[in-house]
């Protein structure tokens, strides 16, 4: 059985008048972090839709534990495992925390009611795998940020997801709790049930959460790279497509004589508003759009009386 549990290949995908990816390959090993990796622009969110079903690709192959597959919408997607967590989150405030993670599923008894004790068992559960507390009962109103996400990644847990695709997921949270969600995604794919497919723009992130990191610019495939054998420079210069050292070139400067220069004045002719007057050259004092005769009052750079 192959090692790879989703492989992407040579995939394109183009609109009126753009191409958004161009024979772009990724592949997500069992257990794994994909940093996704690429500036505004680069193909990351076009990808992200193709690979969970809201875009099909023009061209190209996708396999699914070792089988080809296509996606034909998010919901035939997240029936074969494949999950996605968006930046802006999808909860729904007026629900509780359970609510949320079974919402178009929830669970009924032999009546057909809602059957709000197994929903809050099974939500339990799911916290318990996640090593988290949060009550099920809970309004999502009265959650903050950190505890959202958490329930977004419970609810993508709950379907049996077996890839998750995390879309900037730290974009609203606070250091502490950033560096919490981390530690829980390591956590997530240590047991090799789970693999992470994750895009953040903040680089640092990448070296504490991805075992590979793939890089794309304008469209196109640059390269794969473990994280343990590159560093921020490296990544930042795969991504713009030049070295970084060349991102600002070093010159010397002296400061020569003053040019430019700005006071005011108030004479009769100004009938007690105060003018601007701007002089150009020390020797001229000439002032700039007009010729006002409180130009007199503009003293020439450099002198002192």
């Not at 990816?21 to 994909?34: F, Q, T």
């Not at 839709?49 to 023009?58: A, L, R």
């Not at 999808?90 to 004790?117: C, Q």
């Amino acid at each position: 059985m192959t090692e790879y549990i989703l492989k992407m290949d040579q995939i394109t995908k183009s609109f009126p008048g753009v191409l958004a990816l161009n024979k772009v390959s990724i592949d997500v090993k069992k257990g794994e972090v994909v940093a996704l990796l690429g500036e505004n622009g680069a193909g990351k969110s076009t990808l992200i839709k193709v690979m969970t079903g809201i875009y099909q690709p023009d061209n190209g192959e996708i396999e699914l534990f070792g089988e080809k597959t296509k996606f034909h919408n998010p919901a035939d997607a997240l029936k074969k495992g494949l999950s996605v967590i968006h930046q802006e989150l999808t909860y729904l405030n007026d629900l509780s925390a359970a609510e949320n993670i079974f919402i178009g599923r929830l669970p009924h008894n032999k009546f057909g009611w809602v059957d709000w004790k197994d929903m809050a068992e099974k939500s339990n559960e799911v916290f318990r795998r996640m090593n988290i507390f949060i009550d099920p009962g809970a309004l999502m109103s009265s959650l903050n940020t950190a505890e959202k996400q958490l329930v977004e990644i419970a609810k993508a847990i709950s379907c049996d997801a077996k890839i998750l695709v995390m879309d900037e997921p730290t974009a609203a949270l606070g250091t502490e709790d950033t560096e919490k969600l981390l530690k829980l995604v390591r956590e997530m794919v240590s047991g090799k049930e789970l693999s992470v497919v994750y895009i953040s723009h903040r680089l640092n992130e990448l070296f504490t959460v991805a075992d590979r990191v793939v890089v794309l610019r304008d469209g196109q495939y640059i390269t794969t790279k473990n994280i343990s054998e590159t560093n921020e420079q490296e990544l930042i210069s795969f991504m713009v497509g030049r070295d970084i050292k060349h991102f600002y070139s070093k010159t010397s400067s002296h400061a020569g004589d003053v040019v430019l220069e700005a006071g005011y004045a108030l004479d009769s002719h100004t009938k007690g508003k105060a003018v601007v007057l701007l002089g150009i050259d020390a020797h001229k004092a000439v002032d700039i759009g007009i010729n006002h005769p409180a130009a007199k009052y503009l003293k020439p750079p450099g002198t002192t009386t």
